[in-house]
């Protein structure tokens, strides 16, 4: 299993390269649903160089990959990254 420090690695890396042109918003999924089991008391500077990945990317504020991450019920699921006004 991977460490939460990989988890989050590796979705800042996912985030950064992410080309709605080139790849479904599905293939960034896993990284994103995988994060809820990630303490996020530890790693702080992670937790922001995420955060801020997102919020900088033009690419997840498209359509569809909008959709996927302003889903409502993921606040209900304990996803804390379902609402872009929080990044």
Do not use: C, V
Request: proline letters at 3%.
């Amino acid at each position: 299993m991977s460490s939460d420090k990989e988890l989050l690695q590796n979705a800042i890396e996912q985030i950064r390269t992410y080309n709605a042109d080139e790849r479904s918003p599905y293939s960034i999924e896993h990284f994103f649903l995988r994060l809820n089991e990630a303490d996020q008391s530890e790693n702080k500077e992670l937790w922001k160089e995420l955060r801020k990945a997102l919020a900088e990317s033009q690419q997840i504020k498209r359509k569809a990959p909008k959709k996927f991450f302003t889903r409502l019920y993921f606040a209900d699921e304990g996803y804390w990254w379902w609402n872009p006004e929080e990044w």
